[in-house]
């Protein structure tokens, strides 16, 4: 298979030899692979189908054939939503703080409520009763109680699963790199980071770490040039 996929003004190509070449508005990159039976350099074939999004394809076999890139775990809500995010003990421990405020703030989002807290037992068990049914369960509030947390509430378009793919899966060794999960832990006990896994849950945690008079009202001045 050969052909060329445009991005907005950029465009590269794809062939079964894994030969991409990427063409820009005033420069052409080339680069070829050799490594096809190499998990880490599949083919992007996959990556393609006739539906969803904006991206276009065109097949230098069959010219000027539209199709996109398929890839559903990445569809986003477009719904302003919130999300709970909270550093966990070790992540504080850790001196990760920083590290791990700064991915969000980086992708955009809103800051809404921000602080370091000692999270008591009955705070923790309530979070996370959906697993108290579960054998890691008394160990689990152990850990969320073993030192402070750092908790927040983030705002945005789609913040809930974005947050989500930001922070990666919840085992740290099949969490990709990039993600913060991927890049700075290794054990599912330890996994730094906790994001809200619905818009629901997002609002229902929000209240329950942070009390009336925590969350600012605020307008970030580089709103503008994040959403048009
Ligand atoms: P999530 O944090 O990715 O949403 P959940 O399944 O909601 O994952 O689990 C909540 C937290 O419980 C995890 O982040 C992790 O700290 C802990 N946990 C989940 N599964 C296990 C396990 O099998 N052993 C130990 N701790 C676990
Ligand atoms: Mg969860």
């Known amino acids: 298979m050969e052909g060329v996929m445009a991005i907005g003004k950029s465009s590269y190509a794809l062939s079964s030899s894994s030969s991409i070449r990427l063409s820009l508005p005033t420069t052409t990159v080339s680069a070829t692979t050799n490594h096809r039976h190499l998990a880490a350099f599949q ?7 006739n539906s969803s ?31 709970y995010i909270m550093i966990k003990p070790d992540g504080v421990q850790r001196g990760l703080v920083g590290e791990i405020i700064t991915r969000f703030e980086k992708k955009g989002f809103k800051l809404k409520g921000l602080k370091l807290f000692q999270c008591p037992k009955d705070l923790a068990e309530e979070h996370y009763k959906d697993l108290s049914s579960k054998p890691f369960f008394p160990k689990l509030i152990g ?5 402070p ?63 009336e008079g925590e969350l600012a009202n605020w307008e970030p001045v580089q709103t503008p040039w994040l959403i048009e």
């Open 43 to 49: 083919s992007p074939a996959h990556l393609f189908s």
């Open 53 to 83: 999004l904006s991206y276009r394809m065109i097949n230098t076999t069959k010219k000027n054939k539209t199709a996109h890139i398929f890839l559903p775990h990445l569809i986003a809500s477009m719904e302003v939503e919130e999300s």
């Open 143 to 147: 850990y969320i109680t073993s030192g």
């Open 149 to 211: 947390v750092v908790c927040m509430a983030w705002e945005g378009v789609g913040v809930v699963a974005s947050a989500r793919k930001l922070i990666g899966a919840t085992n740290p060794l099949q969490a990709e790199p990039g993600t913060i999960r991927g890049d700075l832990a290794i054990q599912t006990g330890r996994n730094v980071v906790h994001g809200s896994d619905s818009p629901e849950n997002g609002k229902r945690e929000i209240a329950l770490w942070f009390k």
